[in-house]
């Protein structure tokens, strides 16, 4: 029993020290978790400022600005005349909800 107990306690060690940038990111887009939370756990597992805990951040926001470039090319032309549109219409136009990738 001792025997089987440590080789599943060195693959569990080799699996878990491979952790993978792309579920911590994974970890942030989850609404119940964010990146402080991704912080602690690197924090806990590597120690204050982790190389592996930059690395996921700056893997994470070098996508977001991917995102950002790919959405402006992608945005259709800014509306005409925004007073022509209907009271009624609730929407914000799709300039006003790319505003947030203008850094």
């Known amino acids: 029993m001792k025997t089987m107990t440590t080789q599943m306690w060195i693959k569990f060690q080799k699996y878990w020290s491979d952790f993978h940038p792309t579920l911590a990111i994974a ?8 990146l402080q939370f991704v912080d602690y756990s690197y ?7 982790s190389l592996e805990f930059m690395q996921v951040k700056r893997k994470m926001f070098s996508i977001f600005e991917e995102y950002c470039e790919i959405s402006k090319k992608y945005s259709p032309p800014p509306l005409a005349d925004k007073s022509s549109r209907k009271d ?7 300039d006003e909800i790319f505003k947030v990738c203008e850094i």
């Open 88 to 94: 009624n219409d609730q929407r914000e136009p799709i």
């Open 27 to 34: 970890c942030v887009l989850d609404p119940r978790y964010k």
């Open 43 to 49: 924090r806990k597992l590597h120690g204050n400022d």
